[in-house]
């Protein structure tokens, strides 16, 4: 048991605090609206997630059959955070009160379900080599919880890492750079997620 969750741990915990879309969505939309107004986005990510999660764990064994249908969702999703990204480097200053685009739980749900890396994550999270729980359906259930338990306080910390930037870049010009920056990152995920591994 005790090595059946090291070894899961050590997948999970790297694979929800690395950036990855989640993660630098969270820390731009930090600096650009702050901690408090980046909860609801992080909300849609863990339902999202979360509900992935229990379908996958509900449908491992159909979905592994349909490789073309993780490609369409790697485009997809490649697309979604290339636009995202779009959104990120062109928005207005940190401290315009008026900026509109806060992004809410919908976008946060809608960012898993085209992510074809997360369908993978839970896929290779709930074969055999990770069966810390057993093999059944609740056993699947209990490393969704688990994942949640690690990936909820990760997209808070990157939400709450935004906020430490803000800080930072608080001129016009310089949280202008700072957008420039979180955007183009995101849109090397975009690109990364696309390319062949």
Sequence with gaps: MATGLVAV???IIP???????NNLLCAAHGSQHGFRKTIPLTFGMAI??????IFVATFALIIEKYDYFFRLLTYIGAL???YLSYKITT???IKDENNTDLLGIRTGIFLQVVNGKAWIHFLVLMSI???LFGTGFFAKIGLVILNLFFGYPAVLTWSYFG????????????SAFLNYILGISLMGVAIWIILPH
Excluded: E, H, Q, V
């Design 163 to 174: 906020t430490i930037l803000r800080k930072f870049f608080n001129s016009p010009k310089k």
């Design 80 to 82: 979604y955070i290339a």
């Design 48 to 53: 999202g997630w979360t509900t992935l999660g």
């Design 91 to 93: 928005s207005s200053d």
């Design 9 to 11: 741990l050590i997948f």
């Design 15 to 21: 694979m929800c605090f690395t950036p990855g879309p």
């Design 129 to 131: 080599p990770f069966t």
